[in-house]
């Protein structure tokens, strides 16, 4: 189960003649369930077009791609529900301005439930579950979602997204434009949704230190190619990372300079700043 | 959703291209009157090999063109049919009855099944809806079995096909020559030409600036808000609301669903347009220039000549009457 894609391709057709290719042959497997995976990759690489096909939002020009058994192919096929793909695998888009309707936080969250013919009180529940889980207290639900702020706003989105208890979620650029404060709460929060559902999480973002201290699993895009796919120590443990247009982690450049500068033998592969901090004293002791 | 072209506008380097947008919307305005003043078939055609020439002088694909024709072609076939049926003057050519009755009808229902199933195969779309008109004729001419509910007398004059004929060519003059203007003028040429073109109105209140900005800001927002309603889709889509699949009494929430980020989006993207602006020390009203002036040129007066020498041909053709 979880996703399979097989050589899949996709690719925008212009106004004129000419199309663009957005990702190219990909192939590549998703767990349903105990991976916190992020995708990487400059922009205009194709990250948004790969979590799009992972709930069948689009259809792949070539190749296909299979969600939770349902093969999905570049015809649409009328015996499939692909609405039912959607509740197995929730997509969280970037901007939450696209999906917050509703004149309170709790109908705005319960919207989801309801089109998959959830009770409404159980979609109460949920909404109210839901919102928990994102860390919003219960005193949000008849608040309207357009006078919140900008992460609350993104905590909701998601939230109505977590209502509808998908199996895979997939978060598109979740962290940008939040305080790096907010980067982390929300990182650790989707950390301890994987660790208590057991749902598999699939970020997207351009952050390295939230990838080298969060992720399981590494996937980069580089023009539309899956040019990676491991975990990020063996990712960041590269000699050069410029062909895939990525930068490593703060923790590691800082501590490969101070290995330079100081000629010190610390261990630069560290995840978190505590844990650097810890390298470097032993560092400098030793 | 993507490909939605807004504005016909397809860059070329014909002759037309060069044109100041000023001429060519004068220019398309007088011969559209000139074509309203001839009064026959045969000054009709010659107006419309005249029309043909200049597409080709012009360079532009005539496949284009017709194309472009596409969208109106229900609105010909409708000229065209209630010409032949209500004009009632001139020799009759022919008279046939036709017979609504029992075989018919279900006949008629078969073959319309038939139809809908072939125009399935996309090719030789506009030939099969040909052939269909012909087989309801044949149909309700000769099955005349079975009981027969009603009888319709089909009488067609010689005036009633002469001016169907005249019509529809007019009709496809007109839009081939204001396909022509869309096609090589960009949006915002036009809109500046129609703001030089109304500046006089503002003798009488009206602002031709205000009027122009107002046309090229929003064809310039056009493909960004079908963007915007877009990703609102597939955001509510992934929440369930998939607007392809789902039953009546669900969609009007989910058409409500993409309504509100819609309208918010938008003004959200017009108050920021709004500082955008402002910042950039835009002040409404105040006189502005260009970075590109429209220059009335050699060739924009020999078009002009053109276009006079052509209204004139067609006035005196009206008034002698020739052909």
Request: a positive charge; glycine letters at 6%; charged letters at 20%.
């Amino acid at each position: 189960m979880g996703i399979q894609f097989k050589e899949v391709n996709f690719s925008y057709t212009g106004v004129q003649k000419g199309f663009y290719e957005a990702i190219k042959d990909i192939s590549l497997t998703i767990q349903d369930k105990d991976e916190l995976i992020t995708l990487v990759g400059q922009t205009g690489s194709g990250k948004s077009t790969l979590a799009q096909h992972m709930n069948a939002l689009v259809f792949p020009t070539s190749g296909s791609v299979e969600i939770f058994g349902k093969l999905v192919t570049a015809k649409r096929n009328r015996k499939i529900k692909y609405n039912e793909i959607r509740q197995k695998v929730g997509l969280v888009f970037q901007f939450p301005e696209y999906q917050l309707f509703e004149e309170t936080v709790e109908k705005d969250i319960m919207f989801g439930p309801l089109n998959f013919h959830v009770p409404e009180i159980e979609a109460k529940e949920l909404a109210k579950k839901a919102l928990r889980m994102v860390g919003l207290s219960e005193s949000y639900l008849n608040r309207n979602p357009f006078n919140l702020s900008g992460g609350e706003k993104k905590r909701v989105s998601i939230a109505g997204i977590l209502a509808l208890d998908p199996q895979i979620l997939v978060l598109d650029e979740p962290t940008s434009g939040l305080d790096p404060r907010g980067k982390r709460q929300l990182m650790n929060l989707f950390k301890s949704i994987q660790m208590e559902t057991g749902k598999t999480i699939i970020v997207i973002t351009h952050d390295m230190d939230l990838v080298y201290e969060y992720a399981t699993r590494v996937l980069v895009l580089n023009a539309g190619c899956l040019v990676f796919d491991g975990t990020p120590d063996s990712l960041f443990k590269k000699p050069s990372l410029s062909e895939f247009h990525l930068d490593y982690p703060a923790t590691i450049r800082v501590l490969r300079e101070i290995n330079e500068r100081f000629h010190t033998q610390i261990d630069i592969y560290q995840k978190t700043v505590s844990d650097a901090t810890i390298a470097i004293k032993r560092g400098f002791k030793s | 959703m993507k490909n939605i072209i807004i504005g016909q506008y397809i860059p070329g380097t014909g002759f037309l291209y060069k044109l100041d947008p000023r001429t060519k919307i004068i220019a398309v305005l007088i011969l559209m009157v000139a074509v309203f003043l001839l009064k026959s078939i045969t000054q009709l055609m010659i107006a419309f090999g005249i029309a043909i020439i200049i597409l080709i002088i012009g360079k532009i694909s005539i496949v284009r063109v017709a194309r472009g024709l596409k969208p109106i072609f229900i609105l010909l076939v409708f000229t065209f049919v209630f010409q032949i049926f209500f004009n009632k003057e001139g020799t009759v050519w022919v008279d046939e009855t036709l017979t609504f009755s029992l075989v018919s009808l279900i006949v008629l229902v078969a073959w319309t099944i038939v139809w809908r199933l072939l125009t399935k195969l996309k090719k030789f779309k506009m030939m099969l809806f040909f052939l269909y008109i012909a087989g309801v004729y044949l149909i309700l001419r000769y099955l005349t079995y079975g009981t027969i509910f009603s009888t319709f007398n089909f009488v067609v004059h010689e005036k009633g096909v002469e001016m169907s004929i005249f019509v529809v060519i007019r009709l496809l003059i007109i839009i081939t020559l204001s396909t022509v203007l869309t096609l090589t003028t960009k949006p915002t040429d036009l809109t500046q030409g129609i703001e030089k073109l109304m500046r006089p109105l503002k003798y009488i209140g009206i602002s031709s600036d205000d009027f122009a900005l107002i046309i090229s800001i929003s064809l310039r927002y056009i493909p960004t808000i079908l963007d915007e309603a877009n990703k609102i889709m597939l955001a509510q889509a992934s929440r369930g609301a998939d607007i392809a699949e789902g039953k009546l009494k669900d969609k009007i929430k989910q058409i409500i669903s993409l309504l509100v980020p819609m309208f918010i989006i938008a003004f959200k993207r017009s108050e920021d347009l709004a500082d955008a602006m402002e910042s950039r020390n835009f002040v409404p009203g105040r006189e502005r220039t260009r970075i590109y002036d429209l220059h009335f040129g050699l060739l924009d007066l020999m078009v002009a000549l053109m276009t006079i020498g052509l209204l004139t041909g067609s006035i005196m053709a009206r008034v002698l009457w020739i052909g």
